[in-house]
């Protein structure tokens, strides 16, 4: 498909983001479409372009994507396991994916009850 076409069928960024998020979260999760794969390239690009300790970086969401920090991390979350973001930037989705992992191991083990009782 030549570069127009391609970009002619990609959905503008904006039609994308004004669904719900249950919408947004079905679309990452279940989707397979121009759509799908529009969404997913643009977290992990715009992830890549920002560092995570960037103070600036919540204000770049808003103002970039157009979405709220928290809607961005759910949906994040829901896009690194899917096949396009794999297909679209596999170094980045597994170092997601090992951050994701530690961060859920560091909060269970702040709520484990502590062995003596105490």
């Known amino acids: 498909m030549a570069d127009a076409e391609q970009e002619q069928?990609?959905?503008h960024w904006e039609d994308v983001v004004e669904r719900s998020i249950d919408q947004l979260l079905t679309l990452v999760r279940e989707?397979?479409?121009a759509a799908h794969r529009e969404l997913v390239r643009r977290?992990?690009?715009?992830?890549?372009s920002v560092r995570r300790?960037?103070?600036a970086r919540e204000h770049r969401i808003?103002?970039?994507?157009?979405i709220s920090p928290a809607r961005y991390?759910?949906?994040?979350n829901s896009a690194i396991d899917t096949q396009a973001a794999q297909e679209h930037n596999p170094r980045l989705v597994g170092s997601l994916r090992?951050?994701?992992?530690m961060?859920?191991?560091n909060r269970a083990q702040r709520y484990e009850a502590p062995e003596d009782g105490k």
Do not use: C, I, S, V
């Open 9 to 11: 069928a990609r959905p």
């Open 31 to 33: 989707g397979d479409t």
């Open 43 to 48: 977290l992990l690009d715009f992830e890549a």
């Open 53 to 55: 300790d960037d103070p």
């Open 62 to 66: 808003r103002t970039e994507l157009h």
């Open 73 to 76: 991390t759910q949906l994040l």
């Open 98 to 101: 090992f951050l994701r992992e």
């Open 103 to 105: 961060n859920r191991a």
